[in-house]
């Protein structure tokens, strides 16, 4: 059973930005790729973006590429999101997600955190 920790979420003005941190224990971490999704009120789930188990290979949804960044480091069983460029439509929850011998493209999550609030004002 793998435990998924967030942090890093808050208030930040348009343009502004935030980083986002995952720390998971419980199983071996880099037998999982890693992956963020969010959530806004009333609207589903979405993938944003995706890391394979050894880092090497990202990949992101349109609305993200070249303002957000994913990383890991597997010595501290952390992955990150880099949020720069931040806009309104961006508010969400962030939730962070393991996918056993998955890749970056997060198909099928099997663990889950409980998310971060994400706000951005205009």
């Known amino acids: 059973q793998v435990q998924l920790v967030e942090s890093g979420g808050g208030l930040v003005q348009a343009g502004g930005s935030l980083r986002l941190s995952c720390a998971a224990s419980?199983?071996?971490?880099?037998?999982?790729?890693m992956g963020w999704f969010r959530q806004a009120p009333g609207k589903e789930r979405e993938f944003v973006a995706g890391i394979s188990r050894t880092g090497g290979r990202t990949y992101y949804t349109d609305s993200v590429k070249g303002r957000f960044t994913i990383s890991r480091d597997n010595a501290k069983n952390t992955v990150y999101l880099q949020m720069n460029s931040l806009k309104p439509e961006d508010t969400a929850v962030y939730l962070c997600?393991?996918?056993?011998?998955?890749?970056?493209?997060?198909?099928?999550?099997?663990?889950w955190g409980q998310g971060t609030q994400v706000t951005v004002s205009s």
């Open positions: 419980g199983g071996t971490f880099s037998s999982y790729a």
């Open positions: 997600a393991a996918e056993r011998w998955g890749t970056q493209s997060m198909g099928a999550p099997d663990y």
